[in-house]
Structures are given as C-alpha cells and as structure tokens.
C-alpha cells in the first residue's frame, strides 16, 4: 500500500473527479487547483464505462491514462473504480435481461440512469468482472493508482431486490440447498397456514406480487438470499481486481447500512476497509422531516449532532478499524425533499467529526458542480463556471487543521459501550412491523443519541463481534439470536441491557416454542405474556424510581419467574426486570427515561458519563478531544487554563470546532 502522502498520523483529504465530464484543456488546472488546495487523493471513472468501452471489446484507455497522468504529474494518488453501477446502453441492448425488475410493480426499471442490473444476472455477473479484470489488468500495477472502488454505493436507489426471471430461479436454488426437501421447506415456513404448500422447488414463487401480506418466514429468506447476492457479486469483482492489482487496495463506498438491505458486516469482510458517503442534511431530513418536523428544521443546516456520527461509528464497526470519507457533502445535494445550504463552518465541522470518529481519508464529493444531466443542482467544491464555492475555503480550513494535528498521533476511538446491530433484526421488524415506527434501526439509533448526550463512545458491533472488552452491552431489538451472541453473553460479566422483541423469533421466522424471549429465558427468568403497540401519538405513563416517564408505541406484558422487577407500567404489569447483570427493558420509551436508565447503567458498569448540552457533542482520539458545536450559539467550554489546543480554544463558535490535548479523561463541557 502506498501511503506515501499522508500526513503521518494518516489522514489526508481528497476529492471525487470526472475529467470525462469536462474539456481536456481543463484537466491541467483543476489537478493544480486540486494540489493548492491540499487534496492528495482522485476519485475517477466509476460511472465512465461507455467511455472505457465504447462497443464490445473496443476498449478506450487512452483518455483515461491522459486523465491519470495529468492528475498524477501535482502529486495526485488516484483512486479507480469499478464502473459496474452503470452498463452501458450497447450492453443493455445486447442483453436486456440484466436489467432488475421492481418487486412491488412488476415492471423492468430500465436503462437512462444508473443501476439498472439484477444482482442475480448471471449474464451481468460476467459482464462485471469481465469489464473489472479490464481495468486492473492494465491499472493494477499502475504506481499512480493507489486503490479501487468496487462499484458505487452498492443498493441505492432500492436495487437488492427484484422480481426477475433470474432472480426467482437463483432463489429456488437457494432455497434447496438451504432446506434440502420441499417438506423440510414447508414445515419451516408454515406453509400449510392458508394452503401455501409448494410441491416442488420449482414452483417456489418470489414473495413479490400476492394479493396482501406474504408469508414473512418466505420474506425472510428471500431477504436472507438477495443480501448473499449482493455479497456474491461483490466479491467476484474483488477477486477480479485483487488477481491484477496484488499491491492496491479495495475499497467500497456504503450508504447507511439500512438502505443497503443487506449484512453490511459480510459486505465489508473482504474489503481493506470501509468508505462511507455522508450527506448530513438530506439524510436528516429523511429520518426526521416527516415524523419530527421541528428537530428537521432545527438542524436543516448542520444535520442532526447524532445522525452523521451515527453511520461514521456504523462505519468504523464494519470491519472495527478505520475508514474513508469517499464523499463528503460540500454545499446543497439535489436530492432531498429541500435542499438548504449547510450553515457556515458546517463542512469543516462535518469533515473533522468524520475523522475524531476514525476517518483517515476525507474525500469530497464533488471537484465541480456538473454542467449537464441529472445532478446540475449538486454543489461542489467548484461552481460549474469555476468559481470557488462556499465549500472552498472551508476546505482549506480543514488542511490547516491537519498540519496543526500531524505530529500527532491518532489511534482509533475505544469504546465501552458496544450496541449490537445486526441486519435480521431490519428485516424481522420491517416484515412484521405490527405497529408503527418501532423498526430496529429507529430503536438503536434512540440507545445511540442517548448514549452520545452522556459523551460516552459507542461501538456499533455485529453479533458474532467479541464482546469482551465491553463494560456494557446493549441489544437494542434483536428478534432473532444467533447461538455465538447467546453464548458470549453467557460468559460475559458485563452489563447487558436486552429491548423489548429480543428472542421474540427463530431463525425461521416462527415463535419459539417456550415463547419469547426464547433462548434469552437460559439468562433472564420471564415469558412475555402478550404484545401491545400503540398509535405513535398515544403514550403511558409509568414511574421508576423518583419520576414518571412513558412507555409508548411496543409494550411487552411479562410473566417474571426469578427475575427482580425495577420497573412497572401504571397498570402495575412489570416494564423493566433484571437478573444478575442480565436486564431486559419490555417497552420502548420516552428519551428521559432512556437517559435515566442509560446513566444508571452507566454508573453501574463504572463508565465514565456527563451529560452534554443538546447542541454539544465530543468525541476522542487517544490523547486529542474534538469538540463540536452543532448550535447556532457560541458555548464555552469548561477546561483547565492550562489546556493545549490544537485548534480553536475555549469557546466554541456556532457551528464551530475546538481541538486539544488531553492527558485522561478530564470533563470537556
Ligand atoms: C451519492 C452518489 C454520487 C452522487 C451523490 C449526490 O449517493 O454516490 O454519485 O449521486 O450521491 O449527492
């Protein structure tokens, strides 16, 4: 691996760059400008096969190489990728089947903008690493190129699933090698529940286009096989790659795990590391416009101070070291419900949060805001007539920032707190929803903020992760329990807080015969009696300890054996037991109660926590502390005189950062 322009605590800022977009003439001084500015990295070329090859096997490297090594001659390391994510309209033409067909309308989603391939082609399977062995044949030994991208943003726009001719053989397939008999089949799904019955492997249908609701255990295995696709395909253009790129690494750039619909933890295995595209502001309008439009509009400018940092740790917990920042959001996208501008000091904000959470590369998307086709609304660093954009300086800000930091050194963050996420837990609470807004990803990222409002660091880890290092363990909402996780929880000493709906299902989607929570009865002694949820704008109230808080939207009625009862619901039923260092929590809550329960199990796990203003978020890299300010009001910070700050100081401006040095865990606010 070449590393060479890094600074030596390894970070570095780069930038995602189309020369096929522009007139050669201008490649010259945009890799100057590139070089001026600070940026050591060059993302290029994973939408450009129709300019790689042209027709059929008439490959075009010429302009490519052109394009390398006019950003090579400032010093530039380029970053290749994979143009997978767009076939092009020769291939299409040639082979329309590759194109993916949408489950829940039944038509083809066809060529004229991107990712319009099924996963389960195999026609495009070949294609994909036909055109990927192309590329590092010529590349992979290529100094200038430093690494690859497989792809981009692998599952956008909905892609896992589709309800192809392909698709539904693949799956058939799937499914007998997974259940063996046709009988071993059915009775694992139930199917005789509404005369479902399949006589034969072949007659498997995909669970797409039925009158109402599918059967969820065919859900599920359908959700279980499209995610091994994606994985599958994946892994077959890594192999391209690695075969003629023995010294380069591979990268991919992931969206939040949720919109990927697949194990993310098994997407990233064979990468060398993770790369994550973060778009604070039109990913917070997703989450919260909707249903929170007061907390959307209050962060419409800076984001949510949790959401971003929630997929960096996402991030980092993929493969549990660190990451790049393939694109970082530089001004307005064009594709949220509203596009604002982020408030000044955002982007730098933006991009040091990144790195004080692991990131050691941050790259920004995009060089120059496109003249033509569908994203000339997207900021980028330059306007589209080279103006420097608001972005540009706040750029250059961050290279001063990383000279100041570059002697020293930045080990990943280190956690106490691990909060295990895992894929089936998406998938059993969107297929069974049973009630509004109480789907998995909603459940962890509550733990999550409530955590990060204690400054407590947070690793979001897989199921099978080694847990021993954990003072506190939270399963958010994990209906099913894989065997390894039972068992490191049996050994483990640590505080473990288990949500409601945990053990709830096997892993065939059917209520464990003992009842919920099933396995988890070998470490806490309760049964949930029956399950109520709740319109979202009906809340009970409930006491613990000194105070009344809310359960609201699942609730749990619980039969308690052994187990002692730390909290009731008003109807006197038990809301919270606890056995050992074993809790499980039967309801979801109001934020106050999870506060008060989160530093109760703090305190009891001897975690160090202080509770943050709402605005003020900090996070740490051995010996330096990032303060961030996500309000529009200045804040001081509560720190000995003598404090050494590498960036900023005391007071923290709207919107604004403070770095310094720390010897131990001193109380930043
Ligand atoms: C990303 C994608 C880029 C570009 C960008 C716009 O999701 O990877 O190609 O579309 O969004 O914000």
């Known amino acids: 691996m070449n590393d060479s322009n890094r600074h030596s605590n390894g970070l570095a800022l780069g930038v995602c760059y189309y020369p096929e977009h522009w007139p050669e003439q201008d490649w010259a001084d945009d890799a100057r400008q590139m070089r001026e500015l600070g940026l050591r990295y060059v993302r290029i070329g994973e939408f450009a096969w129709s300019r790689i090859e042209p027709r059929r096997n008439e490959f075009d490297f010429d302009w490519l190489d052109r394009a390398i090594a006019t950003l090579a001659s400032?010093?530039?390391k380029i970053v290749l990728c994979t143009p997978t994510a767009?076939?092009?309209k020769w291939l299409i033409d040639e082979h329309p089947e590759i194109l993916p067909v949408d489950p829940v309308t039944g038509r083809v989603r066809g060529f004229g903008s991107r990712r319009h391939y099924d996963f389960s082609s195999p026609v495009y399977l070949e294609e994909a690493e036909r055109i990927s062995v192309a590329l590092a044949h010529r590349y992979g030994r290529d100094e200038r190129v430093v690494g690859w991208q497989t792809d981009n943003e692998l599952c956008c726009h909905d892609t896992t699933h589709s309800a192809s001719a392909a698709a539904r053989l693949g799956f058939q397939s799937w499914c007998e090698d997974r259940y063996g008999s046709i009988d071993a089949l059915n009775t694992a799904w139930g199917n005789v529940f509404w005369s479902m019955e399949y006589p034969t492997f072949d007659s498997i249908e995909l669970p797409a286009g039925a009158?109402?609701?599918?059967?969820?255990a065919h859900q599920l295995a359908y959700r279980r096989f499209a995610s091994e696709q994606v994985i599958g395909f994946q892994n077959t253009c890594i192999a391209a790659i690695r075969d003629h790129a023995p010294e380069q690494w591979v990268t991919h750039n992931f969206i939040p795990m949720k919109d990927t619909q697949v194990d993310c933890f098994q997407l990233a295995q064979p990468l060398d590391f993770v790369s994550y595209d973060s778009y604070p502001l039109g990913r917070t309008e997703y989450l919260l416009g909707r249903e929170e439009p007061a907390l959307a509009r209050r962060y419409m400018r800076t984001g949510h101070p949790d959401y971003t940092a929630y997929y960096l740790d996402q991030c980092r917990g993929l493969k549990g070291r660190g990451f790049w920042i393939m694109e970082q959001q530089p001004g307005p996208v064009n594709w949220g419900p509203s596009n604002p501008r982020p408030a000044p000091g955002m982007v730098t904000l933006w991009t040091?949060?990144?790195i004080a959470h692991g990131a050691e590369v941050v790259s920004f998307f995009r060089w120059?805001?496109?003249r033509f086709a569908q994203e000339q609304m997207h900021a980028g660093l330059l306007g589209s007539d080279r103006r420097k954009s608001d972005a540009w300086q706040e750029v250059a800000t961050v290279t001063e920032v990383l000279a100041r930091l570059a002697d020293h050194?930045?080990?990943q963050p280190v956690a106490q707190v691990a909060l295990v996420v895992d894929v089936s837990a998406q998938w059993v609470t969107e297929i069974e929803h049973q009630g509004q807004r109480s789907d998995a990803q909603r459940i962890a990222f509550q733990y999550y903020r409530t955590l990060r409002r204690l400054n407590v660091a947070v690793d979001l880890v897989s199921a099978d992760a080694d847990l021993s290092s954990y003072g506190l363990i939270i399963v958010p909402s994990l209906p099913i329990v894989p065997a390894p996780l039972l068992s490191a929880l049996e050994q483990s000493a640590s505080t473990v807080l288990f949500g409601p709906r945990c053990g709830a299902k096997t892993a065939e989607f059917q209520?464990?015969?003992?009842?919920?929570?099933?396995?988890?009865?070998?470490l806490i002694d309760i049964r949930v009696n029956s399950v109520e949820t709740l319109r979202p704008d009906v809340r009970e109230g409930f006491s613990y300890q000194d105070a009344t808080f809310h359960s609201c939207l699942w609730c749990e009625d619980l039969e308690v054996g052994s187990a002692s009862v730390e909290m009731h619901y008003q109807s006197q039923r038990?809301?919270?037991?606890?056995?050992g260092n074993y809790w499980y929590l039967a309801t979801l809550t109001d934020d106050d109660f999870l506060l008060r329960l989160m530093t109760d199990l703090l305190a009891e796990a001897d975690i160090p926590r202080q509770q943050m203003p709402e605005d003020i978020r900090c996070h740490r890299r051995g010996s330096v502390w990032f303060a961030f300010n996500y309000g529009a009001q200045p804040h001081s910070l509560d720190l000995p005189q003598d404090t050494e700050f590498l960036w900023g100081g005391p007071e923290l401006p709207a919107h604004g950062v403070s770095i310094w040095l720390v010897e131990a865990a001193e109380t930043p606010v």
């Not at 009158?211 to 969820?216: A, F, K, Y």
């Not at 209520?511 to 070998?522: K, N, T």
């Not at 038990?574 to 056995?579: A, D, I, K, N, S």
């Open 211 to 216: 009158v109402t609701e599918t059967n969820p």
């Open 368 to 370: 120059r805001q496109a």
């Open 86 to 88: 767009t076939p092009p």
């Open 511 to 522: 209520i464990p015969e003992q009842g919920a929570p099933g396995v988890l009865q070998s």
């Open 74 to 76: 400032e010093g530039l």
């Open 352 to 354: 040091l949060e990144a």
């Open 409 to 411: 050194p930045l080990p």
């Open 574 to 579: 038990p809301g919270l037991v606890r056995q």
